[in-house]
Structures are given as structure tokens and as C-alpha cells.
């Protein structure tokens, strides 16, 4: 006996068929009508059964009648979107950035078209590589492809601590902070400005680290190894300038 959600089923399931058969195409969106948008919303929803994104896997039985309507896909594609186009228009840039100066673009430079730039990369680095849905592993292998990328955060991280031991090793002395608007800073002083701000964001993760997800070892020793480094600079910082700032007790 045919229970009532499939009955539910296969009648929406015979909607659908009778849609492609009529108009010789796929429900999509943006839809001409409700009932259209209906059909597709619920295709998506098949879809993503299939996929196991919903807990449970998707009936064999239903799997396969699916299947048998023509023109059937389980990962159709999608035309492009305002969001997609952005999203092509991002990594052209960053592609076009990096072909006239020979680096991607940095999260401190002077220029705010650059550090619009900087701050994509560092999205698509932090979150392409965790997805894994179609869509997110297209435009992971995109942006790998793209000249200038940097491949991994392993990699972005290993750059930037080699900078940073650069710029000890030239000036003797770490990264110092600069001034907060980035209209006040100097071209030369970009560089030294974004070390100080990745120092920074060291010491913050270092601080937020937890026993499952603690700061790498490895990481923690790197730094440890750099002259002048220290875990709690801002703290030091701090104490120094209320010792300079609170006036001397006076003597009884």
C-alpha cells in the first residue's frame, strides 16, 4: 500500500513531468509562474537529497524515476547571475592586479581599490578551500589557476613570516604600528604596516586558541625564533605608557 507521503511524491513528481513534456524545458527561476517556481523549488530539493546534504540519503526507487525524465541532471548548469559576474569581475582583477605589480594585492597598501582587493583574496583563501559543492570547487580551481594566488593559507602564512624576518633582519628591529588612516601613510611604509597588522592578528589567534583548536606549534616556535617577538606586545605596550602617563606618588 502506497503511503501518503508517496503519494505526495509521485504526484508532484508527475507535475513535473507533465511541465517538461508541455513546454520542452526544466522549471527554473526566476519562474513565469508560481506553479513553476514550485516545481523547481522542489527539483532543487531532489537534488539535494541526492547530494546528502538533507541527513538521509534519497530512495533508489526515486532516484531512478528522476532519472527517467527526460533531460534529467543532477547538477544542472546555471546561467550567470549579478553575484557570479561579480564574483568573475573579483578575480579578473586580482589577476590584472597582480600581472602590472608583480604581487597580489596587500590588506595594508595606501590605495583602497587594493585593499578591496586584498580583502576577496583573503575571503576566497579562507573559505573556497572548505567547500564542497559544486559551485565552491569550480571557483576554487578558478582562482587557483589565477597568476599570483596564494594557494593556501599554509602558504600565505609561510610568506608572510618570511617577510616578516626580512624586515628584522634590514631594520633590527620589529614592525612598529603606523598610523591608523591609510590616506596618512606612506607608500614605503605600506609593507611595514601590514607586518604589524598580521603580527597582530597573531597574537589574537594565539590568545582565542583553544585545546581542539589550539595555535599550531609549529607556527608558535617560527615566531618565537624572530628577534623581538614577543606574544603579549600590545599588553607590554600598554603597561609602558600608563607608567609614563601616572604621575609619581608623592612622599608623605
Request: contains cysteine; hydrophobic residues 30%; charged residues 30%.
Amino acid at each position: 500500500m502506497t503511503s501518503p507521503q508517496d503519494q505526495r511524491w509521485n504526484a508532484r513528481l508527475d507535475s513535473y513531468r507533465a511541465f517538461v513534456e508541455q513546454t520542452g524545458r526544466h522549471p527554473r527561476r526566476p519562474a513565469e509562474t508560481e506553479f513553476e517556481a514550485q516545481l523547481s523549488e522542489w527539483a532543487h530539493e531532489q537534488r539535494r537529497l541526492y547530494r546528502g546534504q538533507r541527513g538521509h540519503p534519497m530512495r533508489g526507487d526515486r532516484q531512478a524515476a528522476l532519472e527517467a525524465v527526460e533531460g534529467w541532471i543532477w547538477a544542472p548548469r546555471r546561467g550567470p547571475t549579478p553575484r557570479a559576474d561579480h564574483w568573475e569581475s573579483r578575480r579578473l582583477a586580482v589577476a590584472s592586479f597582480f600581472d602590472e605589480h608583480g604581487h597580489y594585492p596587500r590588506l595594508g597598501a595606501p590605495g583602497a581599490e587594493e585593499r578591496r582587493l586584498a580583502g576577496w583574496v583573503k575571503n576566497q583563501v579562507e573559505r573556497l578551500p572548505a567547500r564542497d559543492d559544486e559551485l565552491g570547487q569550480t571557483r576554487y580551481r578558478a582562482v587557483l589557476a589565477t597568476p599570483g594566488w596564494p594557494v593556501t593559507r599554509v602558504e600565505t602564512w609561510t610568506t608572510m613570516v618570511q617577510r616578516l624576518e626580512s624586515f628584522v633582519a634590514e631594520n633590527g628591529r620589529m614592525p612598529a604600528r603606523t598610523p591608523p588612516r591609510a590616506s596618512d601613510i606612506a607608500a614605503h611604509e605600506s609593507v611595514e604596516r601590514e607586518l604589524s597588522m598580521w603580527c597582530a592578528n597573531q597574537r589574537r589567534f594565539e590568545r582565542a586558541a583553544t585545546r581542539k583548536k589550539p595555535y599550531p606549534e609549529e607556527r608558535r616556535a617560527r615566531l618565537d625564533r624572530v628577534d623581538g617577538w614577543t606574544w603579549a606586545q600590545r599588553r607590554r605596550q600598554g603597561q609602558a605608557r600608563a607608567r609614563r602617563t601616572t604621575p609619581p606618588a608623592s612622599s608623605a
